[in-house]
């Protein structure tokens, strides 16, 4: 008909570069193309290599694509090793690969829309049954459209409702049996009024510097990981050594100060080696990749979720993950950063805990209280979370505590559930050590010792303990 067909070449090529670049680069498209999606054939070929070496658990890379390619006799047709390397050399990372795929995939269907044009008019002037000819087309067309915006099934409300009723049925076996439907927060009062975290829930813990957010975050993952459920942790602040070491002060009997200095004795020494056995054996898998982002995050989430090393997500915080840079401004960027945590919540059926900064709002009040106003950079985060905890330690501003006895209260804090989309808000009390490694209820009675070793001798460590 004249006109030139739907395509984006230059896209393809930074797809292919990308991916022999970049080892995760592949899992960020998880099956958004196929081969057939690209326009230039050599580029199919090479996809297909692509896809032929991920399916093999292969290393992709330029080598390895070469020799695929010559496996299959296509190496000449597809440009040669030659134009293989000029595709590597044609970007420097897989940024928005996600995105130029989308463009690609879309570039298909509509060259695949014009070609079923074409054999619907071709139809008609062969005189074929027009009731055929628009069914199937139909058909076509609506799998066409299903391709672009994502199959949705549609079923009748009663499909819900039972499933509604076998959660409840399951919620109940559990309350029977003394469990809860979700994961352990590490504090008592936190899991009567949440149930626990639960599964595609994106929760916010937010607090001024120094409140404690990674500690409180930690105690989190360990609860969780005690309980046998995988927590994936991405830390943009702090190193792999430095949350281990966090973690090892959380069960030993050891001065976080002493620790660090050295200054040791035998019997801390012991302390220290059986807090690292405990922790040694839970399911806790640390990334402390400075730069990740949140693309990068659910690339990697998704990879450990098909290993089963994904039950819950903790991002070590918002404010320090990159951005893509193709926002308007800093607001928008942490918006969709936001957006993003919740869909990879969703998708992958897990809570995802991110911790957050707050701006100096509380400090301007008399209690120093936070609110959800006080939530830095976007009021997106209140809006995708569907909860909010604050961390607030009244000690910390010299701000006076006292019990039901009215005795000064020491090493207090408070989480506040400032907000709770499936249920009650209010305020949680906890206890802390000094230096903040270790966190009990507000009401325990014995705060001093580490667990017994019996809560976690169902869990099988990857490698043994080294001593």
Same mark, same amino acid.
């Given at each position: 008909?004249?006109?030139?067909?739907?395509?984006?070449?230059?896209?393809?090529?930074?797809?292919?570069?990308?991916?022999?670049?970049?080892?995760?680069?592949?899992?960020?498209?998880?099956?958004?193309?196929?081969?057939?999606?690209?326009?230039?054939?050599?580029?199919?070929?090479?996809?297909?290599?692509? +896809?032929?070496?991920?399916?093999?658990?292969?290393?992709?890379?330029?080598?390895?694509?070469?020799?695929?390619?010559?496996?299959?006799?296509?190496?000449?047709?597809?440009?040669?090793?030659?134009?293989?390397?000029?595709?590597?050399?044609?970007?420097?990372?897989?940024?928005?690969?996600?995105?130029?795929?989308?463009?690609? =995939?879309?570039?298909?269907?509509?060259?695949?829309?014009?070609?079923?044009?074409?054999?619907?008019?071709?139809?008609?002037?062969?005189?074929?049954?027009?009731?055929?000819?628009?069914?199937?087309?139909?058909?076509?067309?609506?799998?066409?459209?299903?391709?672009?915006?994502?199959?949705?099934?549609?079923?009748?409300?009663?499909?819900?409702?039972?499933?509604?009723?076998?959660?409840?049925?399951?919620?109940?076996?559990?309350?029977? +049996?003394?469990?809860?439907?979700?994961?352990?927060?590490?504090?008592?009062?936190?899991?009567?009024?949440?149930?626990?975290?639960?599964?595609?829930?994106?929760?916010?813990?937010?607090?001024?510097?120094?409140?404690?957010?990674?500690?409180?975050?930690?105690?989190?993952?360990?609860?969780?990981?005690?309980?046998?459920?995988?927590?994936?942790?991405?830390?943009?602040?702090?190193?792999?050594?430095?949350?281990?070491?966090?973690?090892?002060?959380?069960?030993?009997?050891?001065?976080?100060?002493?620790?660090?200095?050295?200054?040791?004795?035998?019997?801390?020494? =012991?302390?220290?080696?059986?807090?690292?056995?405990?922790?040694?054996?839970?399911?806790?898998?640390?990334?402390?990749?400075?730069?990740?982002?949140?693309?990068?995050?659910?690339?990697?989430?998704?990879?450990?979720?098909?290993?089963? =090393?994904?039950?819950?997500?903790?991002?070590?915080?918002?404010?320090?993950?990159?951005?893509?840079?193709?926002?308007?401004?800093?607001?928008?960027?942490?918006?969709?950063?936001?957006?993003?945590?919740?869909?990879?919540?969703?998708?992958?059926?897990?809570?995802?805990?991110?911790?957050?900064?707050?701006?100096?709002? +509380?400090?301007?009040?008399?209690?120093?209280?936070?609110?959800?106003?006080?939530?830095?950079?976007?009021?997106?985060?209140?809006?995708?979370?569907?909860?909010?905890?604050?961390?607030?330690?009244?000690?910390?501003?010299?701000?006076?505590?006292?019990?039901?006895?009215?005795?000064?209260?020491?090493?207090?804090?408070?989480?506040?559930?400032?907000?709770?989309?499936?249920?009650?808000?209010?305020?949680?009390?906890? =206890?802390?050590?000094?230096?903040?490694?270790?966190?009990?209820?507000?009401?325990?009675?014995?705060?001093?010792?580490?667990?017994?070793?019996?809560?976690?001798?169902?869990?099988?460590?990857?490698?043994?303990?080294?001593?």
């Amino acid at each position: 008909m004249g006109f030139v067909p739907p395509q984006a070449v230059e896209l393809e090529e930074a797809i292919l570069g990308a991916l022999m670049i970049e080892k995760r680069a592949y899992e960020q498209l998880d099956s958004i193309l196929k081969p057939n999606d690209f326009y230039v054939e050599s580029h199919r070929n090479i996809f297909k290599a692509i +896809n032929s070496l991920n399916e093999s658990s292969k290393p992709i890379d330029m080598l390895t694509v070469v020799e695929e390619l010559k496996k299959t006799g296509l190496l000449e047709s597809s440009g040669g090793a030659v134009y293989i390397a000029q595709l590597t050399e044609r970007v420097s990372s897989a940024a928005h690969i996600d995105f130029h795929a989308q463009i690609i =995939k879309q570039k298909a269907i509509e060259r695949e829309t014009i070609d079923e044009a074409r054999k619907i008019i071709n139809r008609v002037h062969e005189n074929e049954d027009i009731g055929d000819v628009l069914f199937e087309s139909g058909k076509h067309l609506e799998s066409l459209q299903e391709s672009l915006i994502g199959k949705t099934s549609g079923d009748h409300i009663s499909v819900s409702l039972k499933k509604a009723l076998n959660e409840m049925y399951a919620r109940i076996e559990m309350a029977r +049996n003394n469990r809860r439907s979700g994961i352990n927060t590490g504090f008592s009062d936190l899991n009567r009024m949440t149930n626990g975290w639960q599964k595609s829930d994106l929760i916010i813990l937010a607090a001024r510097p120094a409140m404690g957010k990674t500690a409180v975050a930690l105690h989190h993952a360990k609860s969780a990981a005690i309980q046998g459920i995988p927590v994936a942790i991405f830390s943009m602040e702090m190193s792999d050594v430095s949350l281990a070491n966090r973690l090892i002060l959380s069960e030993a009997n050891v001065d976080p100060e002493r620790f660090k200095s050295g200054y040791l004795t035998n019997e801390e020494i =012991k302390s220290i080696e059986q807090a690292t056995g405990y922790i040694w054996k839970l399911p806790i898998y640390v990334d402390d990749n400075p730069c990740a982002s949140m693309p990068y995050i659910r690339a990697k989430c998704r990879v450990l979720s098909k290993q089963g =090393k994904c039950g819950m997500i903790i991002g070590d915080y918002l404010q320090l993950t990159e951005s893509d840079g193709d926002s308007g401004n800093r607001e928008q960027e942490v918006a969709k950063m936001s957006r993003t945590a919740k869909k990879i919540a969703k998708e992958l059926e897990v809570p995802f805990l991110l911790l957050s900064q707050l701006n100096r709002g +509380n400090e301007t009040r008399q209690d120093k209280k936070p609110l959800l106003s006080d939530l830095r950079e976007s009021g997106a985060i209140e809006q995708d979370a569907d909860m909010v905890i604050f961390i607030h330690r009244p000690e910390y501003y010299g701000i006076e505590v006292t019990d039901k006895q009215g005795c000064k209260e020491s090493n207090y804090g408070e989480l506040i559930v400032a907000k709770h989309r499936n249920g009650a808000t209010g305020l949680v009390k906890f =206890k802390h050590n000094v230096g903040m490694t270790k966190f009990y209820d507000y009401n325990s009675q014995n705060v001093n010792h580490p667990h017994p070793d019996s809560r976690i001798e169902n869990i099988k460590p990857e490698q043994d303990v080294p001593f």
